[in-house]
């Protein structure tokens, strides 16, 4: 199973509504990512939270962490059609090699209604 | 700007072919990835590179290969194309400034007949 799952699967709002996802994890990070992906184009970063932070601003994007729970939300607010995308969570997996890799949850797909 | 490049775009091979796919990186990162990208199965980890000649297998290593023979360069190979390998295939970087942020390709899909 993987490490990150978000909740929900897809989500639909009318443009000017906030946006909420959630991400679940099961073991301990060093940092968690979330990413966005257009249709059928790679992902593109937007914002990591290291596990002592428990809140981060960037723009529209609000990213909450919850480590007791495991769980991390990412918030757009005042949303915009050009929003419509899917949106991953991705956690630190810590290998015997020094580059860390991430594991990616199986992503919210938004649309966001004009 | 990072860039990661993928060579292929579009890619339709045959049961039994060899395939290669290639990626470059521009920002000089130790670290490259490749994952490959199913509906409902999100992006799954299949090998990554932290440096020249260095690999380590992912969560799905099963009928790949992986070469890195320089450091901008990172291919995958699929020794002996099956049809359940159809996909998006993702190659992505990290590393240096760029901490644990990953940078992605514009992705290949491949589809095997």
């Known amino acids: 199973s993987q490490q990150g799952e978000e909740d929900p699967q897809a989500l639909s709002i009318q443009e000017g509504e906030n946006a909420t996802m959630n991400c679940s994890y099961k073991?301990?990070?060093?940092?968690l990512q979330w990413y966005r992906q257009n249709s059928g184009r790679g992902l593109v970063h937007l914002i990591l939270?290291?596990?002592?932070?428990r809140e981060k601003h960037s723009g529209r994007l609000r990213v909450t962490l919850d480590t007791s729970k495991k769980s991390s939300s990412l918030l757009i607010t005042a949303s915009r059609a050009a929003d419509t995308a899917s949106y991953f969570c991705a956690t630190d997996k810590e290998s015997k090699a020094a580059g860390n890799k991430l594991t990616f949850g199986g992503g919210t797909r938004v649309l966001v209604k004009p | 700007d990072v860039k990661v490049t993928q060579s292929s775009r579009y890619l339709v091979k045959r049961t039994g072919e060899k395939v290669f796919l290639e990626c470059v990186q521009d920002?000089?990162?130790?670290?490259m990835f490749w994952y490959r990208q199913d509906p409902g199965l999100g992006l799954r980890l299949i090998y990554f590179s932290y440096d020249v000649k260095m690999k380590e297998k992912g969560d799905i290593p099963e009928g790949y290969s992986v070469s890195r023979e320089k450091k901008e360069r990172f291919s995958l190979i699929l020794e002996s194309a099956s049809t359940n390998q159809t996909s998006m295939y993702l190659c992505?970087?990290?590393?240096?400034?760029?901490?644990?942020?990953?940078?992605f390709g514009e992705g290949s899909w491949l589809t095997v007949v």
């Open positions: 920002m000089d990162h130790e670290n």
């Open positions: 992505a970087s990290s590393g240096g400034v760029s901490g644990n942020t990953i940078y």
């Open positions: 073991t301990s990070i060093n940092n």
């Open positions: 939270i290291r596990s002592n932070e």
